[in-house]
């Protein structure tokens, strides 16, 4: 997935940000489980396509200043989100509360480059 769309959805969330810090480590593996999760499925690798395709279009949204647009596409992807299943909601609620300047957040998020790689462009 596009980084910057994971960041910004990472930074526009709902949740509570004032936890602890997690077990980045523990996130790592979790996050290589969700994408063994969403490569073994082919409607969840479809969902997690079209999250990336629909990311495009919000940040087109957003130069254009069509807040209608953005937020329509926001829910649009928020309900596939829910097709990728807890594991994949889990991970993205816990990288919420993780430093997201560490390497070891940048490496979790690159292992959904591979997984990028499966969507057509």
């Given at each position: 997935?596009?980084?910057?769309?994971?960041?910004?959805?990472?930074?526009?969330?709902?949740?509570?940000?004032?936890?602890?810090?997690?077990?980045?480590?523990?996130?790592?593996?979790?996050?290589?489980?969700?994408?063994?999760?969403?490569?073994?499925?082919?409607?969840?690798?479809?969902?997690y396509?079209?999250?990336?395709?629909?990311?495009?279009e919000?940040?087109?949204?957003?130069?254009?200043?069509?807040?209608?647009?953005?937020?329509?596409?926001?829910?649009?992807?928020?309900?596939?989100?829910?097709?990728?299943?807890?594991?994949?909601?889990?991970?993205?609620?816990?990288?919420?509360?993780?430093?997201?300047?560490?390497?070891?957040?940048?490496?979790?998020?690159?292992?959904?480059?591979?997984?990028?790689?499966?969507?057509?462009?």
């Amino acid at each position: 997935m596009n980084r910057l769309l994971i960041v910004g959805f990472l930074l526009v969330s709902t949740l509570d940000a004032q936890g602890q810090q997690p077990n980045l480590a523990k996130l790592k593996t979790d996050a290589q489980k969700v994408v063994s999760i969403i490569r073994g499925d082919k409607a969840k690798t479809q969902a997690y396509c079209q999250i990336n395709s629909l990311g495009g279009e919000i940040d087109l949204a957003a130069q254009a200043r069509d807040e209608q647009k953005a937020e329509a596409l926001t829910k649009r992807i928020n309900d596939l989100e829910k097709q990728l299943g807890p594991e994949y909601a889990a991970l993205f609620d816990a990288l919420n509360n993780a430093d997201q300047h560490s390497i070891e957040f940048q490496d979790i998020l690159s292992l959904f480059d591979n997984l990028d790689k499966s969507c057509p462009h």
